[in-house]
């Protein structure tokens, strides 16, 4: 309910593995603005907007374009994502396939 009422989802992590917070944001068409460090791109891959965080600039410049409406393509973009390749089936494939490599 909060993602869904907030302007945007930021995370400017600059040591993060994998948060499970970013898929929650993106399953709720939340604009995910993130740090482009760590594995936050492998996660929301083409769903989120990058920022460096050294830049504080950078952040109030996409806050501004996102109030303007520059951003409502990438809503879409993080529902997809998730369909597609965080659903808890998809989820457990994956992570069984590993341990059933690991255990060969």
């Known amino acids: ?6 302007l945007a989802f930021i995370l400017p992590s600059k040591h993060e593995s994998c948060p499970f917070v ?3 944001a993106l399953s709720c068409g939340k604009l995910c603005i993130v740090s482009e460090k ?8 083409n769903a989120a907007i990058y920022i460096d965080i050294n830049k504080p600039g950078e952040l109030s410049k996409v806050l501004r374009d996102i109030i303007k409406g520059k951003y409502n393509l990438f809503n879409r973009r993080g529902i997809n994502l998730v369909k597609k390749k965080y659903n808890p089936e998809t989820f457990a494939k994956k992570h069984l396939n590993i341990y059933k490599e690991l255990l060969e």
Do not use: D, N
């Not at 309910?1 to 907030?6: G, V």
């Open 38 to 45: 760590t594995s936050l791109p492998e996660i929301a891959e």
């Open 22 to 24: 970013l898929i929650e």
């Open 1 to 6: 309910m909060l993602y869904r009422q907030s």
